[in-house]
């Protein structure tokens, strides 16, 4: 039996405000800082700025996997513990989930319930199949899926559960693995975010678990992902179908290392001030501009691109990419993280006390995240509203009680913070030395 959700919200208003006037100064504020963004007597830094993003992937790595174009090795060995025998080489996450799902066969109109903040493709993927994607609301503070939420969303129709790991994190999932025994649910982990080295390979209870490999996430290919799938029987009818599929063309791979080496030029913070501006000058908003620009899958028939196998230098650089990522990388990213958010109210930070947290992103939630957007722009801090694809699952039509209100309200005042490599720890302190004076500026009424 479904319980009916309480009509609630999270995020306060700003203090001494209501919620209505708080918005309407928001959108004076934007303007305001939109119209001197935009006069002509405005100009952005030449040097200085921290761009949104940072493609984790380095020129030799880029090098290397032009080379696995014109040196192909087919005896190459697999990766110890992670591209093992037991997982499926697919050409992206989404790949891996339409697969297990045309494996698995659920029956038209099973229900599965979902984490209720991911990428669209996720619940469009299920659609295809027939099969009824049901959200479940995140905890705000563990950026896990709320158990309340998730005992809620179970029905008679329920069969699976696709749970993210968000942002970085890797939440235990005791609770819902209990669950999921109790009601013999199938259970897909997505790491898409989450990935930490070649010893993590998801939850061993997991009965699937999906990687990324796209141009955002960490350990980059430009492409790629896997498919690990716990059931010897399910995983070999799985590999048996996935065989059938056609081989991505080598020449995509190849051209698609050339662009994503260019982008990475444009994001050095010495050319990338200038990028913005030229954005700006045709009429566009950069902010939607460069993160489409890194996004997989932009054209073409969706579900065609996505049933075909990755081609063999995509798996051999994928392959190099996993068996030498440095696990520094992640202790770097975490320190720079926490330097960032130390001090800021934790309410505001989407996931603040997230479990195992390697920051894969920075969210945090305001009331007014554009005009906080255009004002760390003007201080050479490129924060982002579109960094990330995620948005929320709308619940079903049939189920309203579902709706994720937690994950709808935080979603519309998200707001990515830009951190990576190229900032020092001067950047990193000045960045928090600005967040700390607008959240007073929001305590006194003068953001």
């Known amino acids: 039996m479904r319980n009916r959700l309480p009509a609630q919200g999270f995020l306060s208003p700003v203090r001494g405000r209501s919620r209505t006037e708080s918005f309407s100064d928001s959108v004076d504020r934007v303007a305001f800082l939109k119209e001197r963004r935009d006069s002509p ?3 952005l830094s030449d040097t200085g700025m921290i761009p949104r993003m940072q493609l984790d992937i380095g020129w030799r790595d880029l090098a290397r996997g032009l080379s696995f ?3 192909d090795c087919p005896n190459d060995p697999r990766v110890d513990g992670f591209l093992d025998e037991g997982v499926i080489p697919c050409l992206s996450a989404r790949s ?16 599965v319930l979902v984490s209720a903040l991911t990428i669209p493709d996720m619940p469009r993927i299920l659609r295809e199949h027939g099969l009824v994607p049901v959200p479940v609301d995140l905890d705000f503070n563990s950026a896990a899926i709320d158990e309340a939420s998730l005992s809620r969303a179970l029905g008679p129709r329920t069969k699976a559960i696709l749970v993210a790991n968000l942002f970085g994190s890797r939440p235990a999932m005791d609770s819902l693995f209990e669950i999921s025994s109790q009601n013999h649910l199938f259970v897909i982990e997505d790491c898409a975010q989450a990935f930490v080295g070649p010893g993590f390979r998801g939850d061993s209870r997991s009965d699937a678990v999906l990687h990324s490999f796209g141009p955002i996430k960490t350990a980059t290919s430009l492409g790629g992902g896997s498919l690990r799938i716990r059931d010897p029987a399910l995983r070999l009818r799985a590999q048996e179908l996935h065989e059938t599929w056609p081989m ?13 080496g260019f982008f990475k030029m444009l994001l050095s913070p010495a050319i990338y001030p200038s990028l913005v501006r030229w954005i700006r000058r045709t009429g566009r908003d950069h902010d939607q501009v460069i993160t489409g620009a890194a996004r997989s899958f932009r054209s073409g028939d969706f579900f065609e691109r996505i049933r075909r196998r990755p081609c063999r230098p995509l798996q ?3 392959h190099h990419r996993i068996e030498t990522f440095p696990s520094s990388l992640l202790e770097a990213r975490t320190t720079q993280a926490r330097r960032i958010l130390n001090g800021l109210p934790a309410e ?5 006390n997230a479990a195992n947290h390697t920051h894969w992103v920075i969210p945090l939630v305001l009331p007014d995240p554009e005009s906080c957007r255009l004002w760390l722009l003007e201080e050479g801090f ?3 509203r579109a960094a990330s694809s995620l948005m929320p699952v709308p619940s079903p039509d049939h189920l309203p009680d579902t709706e994720p209100r937690v994950t709808i309200e935080a979603h519309r005042g998200i707001l990515y913070l830009p951190f990576g490599p190229a900032m020092s720890d001067a950047d990193c302190d000045k960045l928090n030395s600005l967040l700390r004076s607008w959240f007073a500026g929001m305590e006194t009424g003068d953001s």
Do not use: K
């Open 382 to 384: 490129d924060a982002a």
């Open 96 to 111: 891996g989930l339409d697969l297990l799902l045309r494996t698995l066969s659920l029956p038209p109109g099973s229900e």
């Open 41 to 43: 007597g405005h100009h």
């Open 316 to 318: 051999r650089l994928m």
């Open 69 to 71: 174009f014109f040196h």
């Open 348 to 352: 505001h930070v989407l996931g603040s």
């Open 248 to 260: 991505q063309p080598a020449r995509e791979h190849f051209f698609r290392i050339l662009r994503f």
